[in-house]
C-alpha cells in the first residue's frame, strides 16, 4: 500500500505554495542574531503584560535581562 498526496496548500495572498520558499520570517535577521532577537522581544512582550500582583516578580526579571542585553 502507498499514499499519493492530492493536495497543495497555497497561500491565498500570494496564489503560491510556501514549499519552494519555506516560511518566511515577520523580523529579518541574520542568524547570529536570531536568538537574542527573539529573546529581546520575548522580553518586551513580558513587560507588556503589567507588573502588579504575581506579575511584579516576573517583570522585574525581564527588565533586568533586558537591563544586561
Known sequence: MFSVPSGYVVNPVSGRGWA???VQPDI???PAQAFE?????????VL?????GR???VADEARGALDRS
Do not use: K, M
Not at 532577537?37 to 512582550?45: G, K
Not at 507588556?48 to 502588579?52: E, M, R, W
Open 37 to 45: 532577537t527573539a529573546y529581546r522581544l520575548a522580553l518586551e512582550h
Open 48 to 52: 507588556t503584560l503589567g507588573s502588579q
Open 28 to 30: 529579518q535577521v541574520s
Open 55 to 57: 506579575r511584579a516578580l
Open 20 to 22: 519552494p520558499d519555506g
